[in-house]
């Protein structure tokens, strides 16, 4: 009985992925097989620690065997690279301090530099004062990394990035980085990175909802960061996620422009591509807020 069970679940499985419509064997099966030696887990051995201490360009799908495919970069894994130990140290902080919160929590914030912003979790001394008024409540882990792309939150996520962890809700904010490379990449892999991460939060997270953040505008119009930011957001809204009813968009684009389209400056630091402190961060987290609430009320309680 049990054999014949367990082939009709791994035969709709199958049917699923063939139609697009598999939120979890996304996270387990990506398009392209990286030669790297340890895929998942933590602590890392010897050979994969040689391995992705190599600069990230020489670790792109493709230059094993000298084929350039950059429509793979945002959909497969790949650690970060930047000051030599740096982002994979950073990276080890934030599983120890996960690992020293394992169990359930409100709230798991999942992104780069725009999200870690909303204040370290290793020194809640530099809380952001907008998530402080607006979810002080919530038991919240923030695990992003300044300049992280798509392909290096999926490989946190693979090594022991968010293990042990049961969050009730996800926000997942990424892609700005991504914004670098899609003369190459295109914005269509970008916004299928963006659901391959979402297939991975959901399968390790099957009782969470999850938030997607568009991409925050950055630049001016005309700037070709500006523009594909535009269209990978459009990207997204076209892959119908919310099909999925645990999964939920949040776009706030109209509310950080102006009409004529220039970036509303109030809401940005002088680089035009983070949020300031007071109004960004208010802004966002007046945006953010009523999702929020509504995804969590009438749930038990507030975990403490």
Known sequence: MFQVLRAFILTNIFLLALSGNSWFSLALEYP?????????????????LKYVLRPEHERRPGSAEKKHIPEMWPVVPSAGHWGNRAWLDTHARLVGHV??????????????????????????????D???????????????????????????????????LDPRLVVLLIGNNNMFFTPETGVKAVAN??????????????RADV????????????????????????????????SNPKVHLLDI???????????????????????SQQDGYGLYADKLKPLVEKILAGRTGVVK
């Open 99 to 128: 690992k020293e919160n394992k169990g359930p929590c409100d709230i798991l914030l999942v992104g780069d530099s725009i999200t870690q912003q909303w204040g370290s979790v290793l020194d809640k001394k530099n809380l952001n």
């Open 32 to 48: 392209y097989k990286n030669p790297e030696p340890q895929k998942t887990g933590w602590p890392l051995g010897d050979d994969e």
């Open 130 to 164: 907008a998530w402080e008024k607006h979810f002080q409540k919530y038991k919240t882990i923030n695990i992003g990394i300044g300049g992280d792309k798509i392909q290096n939150v999926l490989w946190r996520l693979d090594h022991h990035g968010v293990d042990g």
């Open 211 to 242: 938030i997607v953040v568009k991409i925050f505008p950055a630049h001016a119009p005309g700037n070709a960061f500006y523009e594909d930011i535009l269209k990978t957001n459009m990207a997204i809204e076209n892959l119908n996620l919310t």
């Open 253 to 275: 684009t109209k509310d950080l422009l102006n009409t004529d389209g220039t970036l509303k400056m109030s809401f940005f630091t002088p680089d035009k591509i983070h949020l």
């Open 193 to 206: 990175g963006v659901k391959v991460c979402v297939a991975n939060l959901q399968e390790k997270f099957p």
